[in-house]
């Protein structure tokens, strides 16, 4: 991975910091937020008033089993962009959470499928516990479509992440380990190995 050793300061400092950045972004969300959520409601642009310590919040709501509530903080943090990747990861956590219970299986394909736009923005920042959760997203095709070589590539890319190392996260289970020892080939590991290489973090965009 390029840069990995350099990058890992500044990806512990993004893991640490991003709540506190969210924080000072204010009591409002952006000037304008004109998109539409994954069950098809349609949300007002403008500005979106948020509550004193909105990531704060909104974990605590996520916590408590309350992500309809905390999913619009989330969504309106994350929307900053950079430095608010973790805004993304646990919008996506809350995507999936409310998938489970959605009757309709489009639209909760559809949520899923929005949580994984989200995780994979967090992921490609740098941030390692959602690049640990894309590898059984992957090999269990949960909102992308099932892709072992995909797995394998950010179970790598998580195995190596500095910040992982300076946050003490420990690597993948044994049992995932196995699962994905047993979906890739040889070839396929060399593939992933390569993929890994080649990856940069990316700045999450809104």
């Known amino acids: 991975m390029k840069k990995q050793t350099a990058m890992v ?8 910091a991003a709540p506190a950045w969210a924080q000072y972004g ?28 909105p990531e704060g919040k909104a974990e ?3 916590l408590n089993g309350k992500c309809d509530q ?21 919008l996506g956590l809350c995507l999936l959470e409310i998938s489970k219970s959605e009757p309709d299986a ?3 394909a559809g949520l899923k499928q929005a949580a994984a736009v989200s995780i994979l923005k967090a992921a490609n920042a740098g941030l390692p516990k959602p ?7 992957y090999l269990d095709g949960v ?33 995932l380990q196995a699962r994905l020892d047993s979906a890739l080939t040889q070839t396929s590991w060399a593939q992933a190995q390569a993929r890994a290489d080649a990856w940069t973090p990316i700045a999450a965009k809104n």
């Not at 409601?41 to 948020?50: F, I, Y």
């Open 26 to 53: 204010g009591a409002t969300g952006p000037a304008s937020e004109n998109s539409t959520d994954p069950s098809g409601d349609h949300r007002d642009s403008g500005p979106r008033s948020l509550p004193p310590d």
């Open 106 to 108: 489009g639209r909760a």
């Open 143 to 175: 909102g992308v479509a099932p892709d072992p070589v995909a797995a394998g590539t950010w179970a790598l890319i998580y195995h190596e992440n500095g910040a992982r190392l300076a946050l003490g996260l420990a690597n993948i289970p044994p049992d």
């Open 60 to 62: 605590d709501l996520r």
């Open 131 to 137: 690049q640990a959760l894309l590898v059984t997203m």
């Open 70 to 90: 905390a999913i619009p903080i989330f969504r309106a943090l994350a929307s900053y962009g950079a430095g608010f990747e973790i805004a993304h990861y646990n």
């Open 9 to 16: 300061l500044v990806l512990a400092a993004i893991c640490l």
